[in-house]
T-cell receptor
Framework: AQSVTQLDSHVSVSEGTPVLLRCNYS??????LFWYVQHPNKGLQLLLK??????LVKGINGFEAEFKKSETSFHLTKPSAHMSDAAEYFC???????????FGTGTRLQVTL | SQTIHQWPATLVQPVGSPLSLECTVE??????LYWYRQAAGRGLQLLFY??????ISSEVPQNLSASRPQDRQFILSSKKLLLSDSGFYLC???????????FGPGTRLLVL
């Protein structure tokens, strides 16, 4: 079955240090993958999306993700964390049916001083 | 530009009462529309999606229903709420034939 797997349910980093949120996808997926961010009690905001044009995708707020077919991974990174980055992050895949998406279980990013 | 609205933002309802949540999209036509539920500490579950007026597909059996009376209006309803209906309900839209979905601000529902 098609799926995306977020390897960490919770990640804690210090402000100013790099962020790495990990996501693996099933190899049968079409190459459309997304990262969304959700701040507490808010809707989801699109950070970036991969659609096979380039393996390194740059998103908003300094985030980027690299599509690695050999590792079936789509990890999200940021060089330097800010306090405002504290939120829930979802890795999402496209099923190819009526624009339906499949969501990972989410990674909660905590940023400490 | 396109915007998506949901209301109410927060709702507290007794068990057995009816429910109506509304979602509207502005700035686009014939969008695909989606209802998701996010239970506390869990991911998103797709409840319904619609590719056009009056066309609703249900993803999971439940006591909820959805309707699309107008092109850019999507309504989530229930005749009798259960405790398990508590959660954060998100509406989303996408351009027909494309993958990216854009989410509304959500409605927090607490059933007591």
């Amino acid at each position: 079955a098609q799926s995306v797997t977020q390897l960490d349910s919770h990640v804690s980093v210090s402000e100013g240090t790099p962020v790495l949120l990990r996501c693996n996808y099933s190899s049968s997926y079409s190459p459309s993958l997304f990262w969304y961010v959700q701040h507490p009690n808010k809707g989801l905001q699109l950070l970036l999306k991969y659609t096979s044009a380039a393996t390194l995708v740059k998103g908003i707020n300094g985030f980027e993700a690299e599509f690695k077919k050999s590792e079936t991974s789509f990890h999200l990174t940021k060089p330097s964390a800010h306090m405002s980055d504290a939120a829930e992050y979802f890795c999402v895949g496209y099923t190819g049916t009526a624009s339906k998406l499949t969501f990972g279980t989410g990674t909660r990013l905590q940023v400490t001083l | 530009s396109q915007t998506i609205h949901q209301w109410p933002a927060t709702l507290v309802q007794p068990v057995g009462s009816p429910l109506s949540l509304e979602c509207t999209v502005e700035g686009t036509s014939n969008p695909n529309l989606y209802w998701y539920r996010q239970a506390a500490g869990r991911g998103l579950q797709l409840l319904f999606y619609s590719i056009g007026i009056g066309q609703i597909s249900s993803e999971v059996p439940q006591n909820l229903s959805a309707s699309r009376p107008q092109d850019r209006q999507f309504i989530l309803s229930s005749k009798k709420l259960l405790l398990s209906d508590s959660g954060f309900y998100l509406c989303a839209w996408s351009i027909t034939g494309t993958e990216t979905q854009y989410f509304g601000p959500g409605t927090r529902l607490l059933v007591l």
